[in-house]
């Protein structure tokens, strides 16, 4: 909204086209998410206080973990209201792609909501039935995938991009709605299953969305593309303010969020943030990228199958505990080191990812 208003005056006041650049709304929307973020923090930590919405904690898991019964959740509301804003001051509503991942990300977070609600509502750690819950999941990111097939502007709308290799790619034909669903619904699920200990997942989140934010310029600018011999697509360029006013409602919440936490994210924000990564990924075509830069959530995530199939299958567990942080907890490494010492792979695979550009 404002992105239009201001932009409009540079026919009257040539320094105000400064808003058509993409760079600089991108650096405003950092700025806005997080002060957003800082501004209501502490009046959304009250409120949930007040209305006793807080954390349940897992009877199963690491006996540290008991003291923080009692922390405010459901902070990611605030999260997504500080990125739904923002998108809407300084993004081209113009653009169906901004509406596409307002849509994703609203959809996942609501869908966190109602499994947050009916946590608290049970008073334990179990909200919505896996079943039902995954349902809307597919439900959502295959209404999102459809709309993206039929998006004019993607001269690649069935095509899967290999990174390494110059123009490598794949037809997934029919198969392509299978696929984005599982990209989105896993990228959802897999951040949520990150969010386990203070501060990791938001922090996680910030790092692969600032280096999918650089990725995203590049697809979206022609000449960069060119230069850089990856796809060109078009009108995806301003997805990088999304990312900016993602990357600053994280680092505004993990203020509130690292150790000891002040407030958790809850289901709300993480659904919704993941749930926005993989619609992003699907978007720009950089699915396997987001496995590289999200690694750890991969990690996460296949920790939690390996331990369930091995022992359903041989009765012995692999890890101490599921996800492998909980592993590293009970091993006796400290919350705080264990966030620190993930978030540093994090930004290692985020600079892998990065040399995709390069490496063709």
């Not at 987001?290 to 690694?295: F, R």
Request: with cysteine; aromatic share 12%; charged share 15%.
């Amino acid at each position: 909204m404002l992105y239009q208003l201001l932009y409009g005056l540079h026919e009257y006041y040539f320094p105000f086209n400064v808003f058509r650049y993409i760079t600089f709304r991108t650096a405003i929307a950092v700025i806005t998410a997080s002060l957003l973020t800082f501004i209501l923090a502490p009046y959304v930590i009250k409120r949930l206080r007040r209305l006793s919405l807080t954390q349940q904690i897992r009877d199963d898991g690491p006996q540290t973990h008991l003291s923080k019964a009692g922390t405010p959740t459901m902070g990611g509301v605030l999260i997504l209201i500080s990125i739904i804003v923002t998108a809407l001051l300084w993004m081209d509503l113009k653009n169906p792609y901004t509406w596409v991942l307002i849509v994703a990300t609203t959809g996942f977070g609501v869908i966190g909501l109602c499994d947050d609600l009916l946590k608290i509502r049970r008073a334990n750690h179990k909200g919505l039935r896996p079943c039902y819950k995954f349902l809307a999941q597919i439900l959502l990111a295959a209404g999102i995938s459809l709309f993206l097939l039929k998006v004019p502007y993607d001269p690649y709308s069935t095509k899967l991009s290999v990174p390494f290799f110059k123009r490598w790619l794949i037809d997934l034909g029919i198969f392509y709605i299978p696929f984005a669903v599982f990209v989105i619904v896993g990228s959802s699920n897999a951040v949520n299953l990150t969010d386990g200990i203070d501060g990791l997942a938001i922090g996680l989140v910030a790092i692969a969305v600032l280096a999918n934010g650089l990725l995203v310029y590049i697809s979206g600018h022609a000449g960069l593309a060119r230069y850089l011999q990856v796809l060109y697509l078009p009108m995806t360029g301003e997805l990088t303010v999304f990312c900016g006013a993602m990357f600053g409602a994280s680092i505004g919440f993990l203020w509130y969020n690292t150790y000891p936490a002040d407030l958790f994210m809850g289901d709300v924000g993480s659904l919704g943030l993941g749930g926005a990564l993989g619609t992003l990924a699907v978007i720009t075509k950089h699915e396997i990228v987001l496995a590289i830069v999200g690694g750890i959530f991969v990690i996460e995530t296949v920790s939690v199958i390996m331990q369930v199939l091995s022992f359903k299958l041989t009765g012995k567990r692999l890890f101490k505990m599921a996800p492998i942080h909980h592993h590293f907890e009970v091993k006796g490494w400290p919350e705080p080191k264990t966030v620190v010492r993930f978030w540093i792979v994090g930004i290692l695979l985020a600079l892998l990812s990065l040399s995709t550009l390069k490496i063709r």
